[in-house]
């Protein structure tokens, strides 16, 4: 989560998040994956193709959508019954499992490298972890003291003859970080379409399905140190880790539900005898989250194993325990009395859901953007992957043939469960995929990033404000330069933080960005670029990310902003076309 806290101190804690490379096993017979994004949305490299006829990017209700809470359950569930070891870097698969299917049959488990090799290991029973942990030994350290806490993440130790490499060098492992632009510029070029381009980088940077799992084992193995004073609370990711736009390496934003023990669920008998808990009083909700996060934070860095450079920082709007996961390679953001924020999670997984170009869609976008630091991972005046995101929909709400329901649309589709009322403010819409009736817009995924360029370079961002519960901008009621409406929170603006120098950099991108996309030159693989032609140079999207874009908007960097008049600009552009022509010639 972005917070309004100091550079400096977000700086602190931040490690790079590491390597993470995973390999699969177990007969890879859990390789399937079972999120339904990733069954909607496979490698389905066809159905983008900007020639297929009546295209249909629409998601079919055969495919069973789940609505949030069913994934989030199921993985919460799945999670609980997991443990993460620690392994020499040689470690035998078969003999590894081998030796851990005497606590139980094991489901899945998968390898990853992380400052070393990892594995995470679902049983297919929690009563094994009981067996599991009667048989692991607390370390005995000669020099130092240990916090005898049995948490869930192990190491394998080998002190005996069994050779647990079994001769074998260490296994081929898949990398599971984002590559790197350059690279990613160079893959994109190779495609024939831009439909393939934009298709290609959303596959190269979603989150795999064994990182999820990752991400929900970590919430879980934090949640074993909550319970020691909650032992009925749930720690839920929410974010792009669950939202289905996460990238490879994003953050691991985790809210710590107290729901279930604080019976806010729970109905009182309206008359006869009822026992209450005796409960110390707080001034405030905020004093009581702070003070929550307060001593968990404590107990976090003081006997969480992994979990380094705790800062607690409560002061923010939204108060936050903070630090890296090394084990996992995760920056970690711990929130408490969060809901809304799940809400938020909640609302973009379904938008996610209905259509897959909207995925597709958001992901360029915030590539485009990070490409040219529009966003930044460090907190500040810029724009958010959150308020991009937003934009994204609104924009595709905007369309002639609506590709996506306003939000007051899926609120009147909402059933009983799904009401849903946070500290006053109404979040009810409806989960259930298969109620909605989507329009039949059949635009290619080209054209609406040509759109959505040509949409936000024009905007009348010093009147309007984006409003996605209705589906049509509003008048401006405050003064800010980017007002995008908080759909759950209607008096707050999503983009408060953003200064005009940072929208004026967007804006003058987004135009820079829909001029190169009308120039064939730019967008046509076949006039000498694309696989047919073997020449790669970077092409559509992909040359949208070349900080040469920047460079042609005038907005080369935030601190060294030198605007070069329109038609120099325009100058430049053209002699790298000519250069372009007379190289082909
Ligand atoms: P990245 O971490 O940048 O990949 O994206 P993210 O969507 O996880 O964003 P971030 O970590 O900044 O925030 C986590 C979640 O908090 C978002 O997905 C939103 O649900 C919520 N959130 C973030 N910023 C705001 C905000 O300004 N207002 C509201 N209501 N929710 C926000
Ligand atoms: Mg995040």
Redesign the pocket.
Known sequence: ??FHVSLSAAMASSIAVCRLRMRGSLSRCFKKVDSCFQRKFGTSTDATKTDAPNKKYKIEPKDGSKSFYTVQEEKIEQAERSVLISCPAKTNEKKFLQYLSRHGDINKCFFYESYGTYAVVEFANKESLKSLHEGTAIPSINHEATVPFKSRLLSLRNTGPLDLSNGQSAPQCQPQTTIPINDLIQRMSKEDSIDQQISSLTETYQLTEENVCLRFLVCSLLKDIAAAYFPECTIRP????V?G???LG??L?MFLDLDGISGRNLKKPKAGLSLEYQTKRSASERAATQSILSVIGECVDQFGPGCVGVQKILQAR?PLVRFAHQPSGFQC?LTAN?R??????E??YLYGGLDQRVRYLVFSV?CWARAHSI?S?IPGAWI????L?VMVLFFLQRRTIPILPTLDHLKELAGPIDKSVIEGNDCTFVSDFTKIQLQDNTETLEQLLQEFFEFYGTFAFNRMSINIRKGREQNKPEVSPLHIQ????PA??????VNGTQLERFVALCRESAWMLQQREFNLPHSGNGASTGNNAPWGLAALLMPSVSQAAGVKSRKKRKREPASERIKGLLDSLKNREEKKS
């Open positions: 989560m972005r929410f974010g792009s880790s939202n736009f996460g990238k994003c953050d934003d939204c953001d969060n809304v924020a799940m809400k938020s999670s609302l973009l915030r966003t991972s958010t992957n959150f308020s995101t908080n759909p759950f929170e707050l603006n999503v983009s408060k933080n």
